[in-house]
């Protein structure tokens, strides 16, 4: 299914109307060609396709893993030299040549030089609404709507509000022009909220244009309808959330969409760097706008849907049933879900693909290996891990686990080595490349693409609506949608009651809540913290809790949760030939009556890990036989773990009995205080950085700055090239030159 447009996309993107390297080297972001003329459909569908492949690799490379996905209290980064870069960025602090009035705005890990490829996409998405409005059968085009060219005009301007959306969240005010300024050189800021409320009325008015997901073999690997609806609830919630905005650009600069000036609520200022974090004064409106259009997508949905059923099984008889792991097995397994709404799409041919090396289960191999490195830079924290979670709740093991691959088809724990590879701790786990029945054992060939949106977000934006208008009934109805998939049957009304509970019975906090459980490493919690206004009180308060959870363990041996759960200084694992013992090496949900303590339950608990079930075939394709069984680990290939959510006194007369079954004493979380990581060499320490996961999290955003209520600077500087060639200036205390 996924791979309907790839032939046409590889061969088309290269007629684009302004090459990458010419656009970025010598063209402001606002000038446009404008002597471009349709021939035909297929000439517009070049175009657009062409605008698509401009920035499909900067959502599916580093752009997302250096920054929407680190910053937030779920994910962190798990390679040293990313680390405390991402840590300034998100706010300012850490090291000293990261603070916001010394930041090397020319780092290539910024998002600096993502300004220019959004505008080289914009430029192409004008390009094709410009064509087709000059068209004399437009009027007829619209009328008849939707049809082909309505549907591409539709998503042009999809992707052009998709580049604006980014843009604002990552860069705050930004240069604005729409087909109507085509060759026109604009050098000036606009407004952000006349920049993002221009883009909604277009899109509002462009999606009734468009196909469903469904219609006219649309599929999720183009913009259609149901992402148009969904697209819009993410602009209005950006309309209504709060963000830091500049001070020094003058009391009539924030404008609305019409000119008009706008008041705000403002929740804390930092006079030093002119900036102000807060939210406009009628905020609620846009809450209200968006309903029809995420309640369109939710009640006409076309061919997309959540998936709330597990179809699988095996004559092995392993236990399956988790729709939501389900999901993320099929965009592993290269098959776009009907759960998805818009996907960044990738192809295995061309070595490209990053999703299953940076979001991915880690793996300690090259390539070819087996499975090949997993880079693993997105990971998370034992609080997320252990505390967050009910352990009950079929999301966690999907998306979290302990455990990586050595490239030899064999199963490793993660060490605290604070690097990459299998040194995260706690890793993600929605991708995992021993789960793909065919894997290609070269590094980035996996093929899997980037997923942007999802019918669950669509679903629980819906419910936020809702309940900020205090619809309680209808938030509700929608909220259990994803709640209830996560839990079995015969609990999912206790666990709903155990939420609301949790919140105080604020709905909209437990719709919160629920994002925050449903998408671990998909990239959206941190832009939740900012819009949601919780960024200064969780970066303060979730930091203090990590850091006196290190100091329980250190005293204690482990941390203890309030869901029962214990973080241990010390782990029992041993390796095993799990096809002997289950029939079976590569695990799946974890049964019910497992007895604690036994080889089973070692193996079995957590689930959702193990190793490919027959690596060795897939090694034989690759090499000759005798170098491939010389390869491939044939008998003890999976890892059984003991007390991983319990703590066993290492002088315990069951520690003594599980060391006498073979079970060796493992280093687990005492590795998080007691072991030099990656960053103490890179940046010149002296000593080791002690408890890394406790301190990284937005670690300029002080104490005192939470206690004065500074405004967090959470957002990107342009690069040098930028500010000289549309002669702007960054705000927020970056410079704007490196001289």
Request: proline letters at 4%; charged letters at 25%; glycine letters at 8%.
């Amino acid at each position: 299914m996924k791979k309907l447009n790839y032939i046409i996309m590889t061969v088309l993107a290269g007629v684009s109307l302004v090459s990458c390297q010419e656009y970025l080297s010598t063209n402001s972001p606002s000038t446009v060609d404008a002597d471009f003329v349709f021939s035909s459909f297929v000439t517009g569908k070049t175009v657009m396709l062409g605008a698509y492949n401009t920035v499909t690799g900067a959502f599916t490379h580093g752009f997302p893993v250096n920054f929407d996905d680190i910053g937030s209290d779920t994910e962190r980064a798990s390679v040293g030299m990313v680390a405390p870069l991402v840590g300034a960025s998100q706010l300012y602090g850490g090291q000293a040549a990261y603070v916001v009035e010394s930041y090397n705005i020319n780092d290539g890990s910024v998002p600096g030089g993502n300004w220019n490829t959004f505008y080289s996409a914009i430029s192409k998405c004008n390009q094709v609404i410009s064509n087709i409005q000059a068209m004399p059968e437009y009027e007829d085009i619209i009328a008849k709507a939707p049809n082909d060219w309505s549907d591409l005009l539709g998503q042009a301007y999809c992707l052009r509000a998709t580049m604006y959306f980014e843009l604002v969240k990552h860069f705050g005010d930004c240069i604005y022009y729409s087909e109507a300024e085509m060759g026109q050189d604009i050098k000036e800021l606009s407004s952000r909220d006349a920049v993002i409320e221009k883009e909604l009325k277009a899109l509002e008015q462009a999606e009734k244009w468009m196909y469903a997901i469904g219609e006219q073999n649309h599929l999720p690997d183009q913009m259609t309808r149901n992402y148009a609806d969904g697209l819009i609830g993410r602009l209005c919630f950006m309309l209504a959330g709060y963000q830091t905005r500049r001070t020094d650009l003058g009391a009539d600069f924030y404008v609305d969409a019409d000119g008009k000036a706008i008041t705000y609520e403002v929740w804390g200022t930092d006079p030093a760097r002119n900036a102000a974090y807060g939210r406009r004064s009628d905020w609620k409106k846009f809450y209200t706008e968006a309903i029809p259009y995420l309640e369109k997508a939710v009640n006409q949905p076309g061919g997309a849907f959540l998936t709330t059923v597990d179809p699988r099984s095996d004559k092995e008889k392993r236990v399956y049933d988790n729709p939501f792991q389900y999901y993320f097995n099929q965009v592993t397994c290269q098959v776009m879900p009907e759960e998805s709404i818009y996907e960044w799409t990738l192809k295995a041919e061309n070595g490209s693909s990053r999703i299953a090396y940076n979001f991915g289960r880690g793996s300690n191999g090259g390539s070819p290996a087996y499975p090949p490195k997993a880079n693993a830079q997105v990971c998370s924290f034992p609080a997320v891990y252990y505390g967050m979670f009910d352990p009950q709740d079929k999301r966690r093991d999907a998306s979290l686990n302990v455990t990586g691959s050595s490239g030899r088809g064999e199963e490793m724990i993660y060490s605290y080595g604070l690097s990459n590879k299998c040194t995260v701790g706690i890793g993600m786990n929605k991708y995992d490349l021993n789960r793909h029945p065919d894997p290609d054992a070269r590094q980035l060939f996996s093929g899997i693409s980037y997923v942007y949106m999802r019918q669950a977000d669509i679903i629980l934006m819906l419910a936020e609506a809702y309940a900020v208008g205090g619809d309680n009934a209808k938030a509700t109805t929608e909220l259990r949608k994803v709640h209830d998939r996560a839990f079995a049957n015969d609990i999912k009304d206790a666990k709903f009651n155990e939420l609301l509970a949790s919140v105080g019975g604020d709905l909209f906090e437990a719709v919160i809540e629920e994002r925050k459980l449903e998408f671990v490493g998909e990239t959206l919690r941190r832009w939740d913290l900012i819009r949601t206004g919780k960024l200064p009180k969780v970066a303060y308060e979730f930091r203090k809790q990590l850091v006196d959870q290190m100091a329980e363990l250190k005293q204690k041996g482990y941390v203890e949760f309030d869901n029962g759960n214990q973080f241990p200084a010390f782990i029992w694992t041993k390796t095993m030939n799990a096809k002997e013992i289950l029939g079976y090496r590569l695990t799946m949900q974890t049964p019910a009556g497992l007895t604690e303590g036994t080889d089973e339950y070692g193996l079995l608990v957590p689930g959702w890990r193990g190793q490919h079930d027959d690596w060795l075939k897939v090694a034989k394709g690759d090499m000759e036989e005798e170098k491939a069984i010389a390869t491939i680990v044939q008998d003890k290939t999976n890892l059984a773990i003991q007390g991983l959510f319990r703590y066993i006194d290492p002088e315990s007369d069951e520690a003594k009995a599980l060391e006498a079954r073979g079970y060796v004493k493992t280093n687990w979380g005492y590795d998080t205080y007691n072991k030099l990581n990656s960053k103490t060499k890179i940046y010149g320490y002296d000593e080791g950085i002690e408890a890394s996961w406790s301190s990284e999290f937005m670690c300029g955003y002080t104490d005192a700055d939470y206690a004065a209520k500074k405004a967090p600077i959470y957002l990107s500087p342009m690069n040098e090239t930028t500010c000289k060639t549309t002669g702007l200036t960054n705000g927020y205390g970056f410079r704007s030159t490196m001289q």
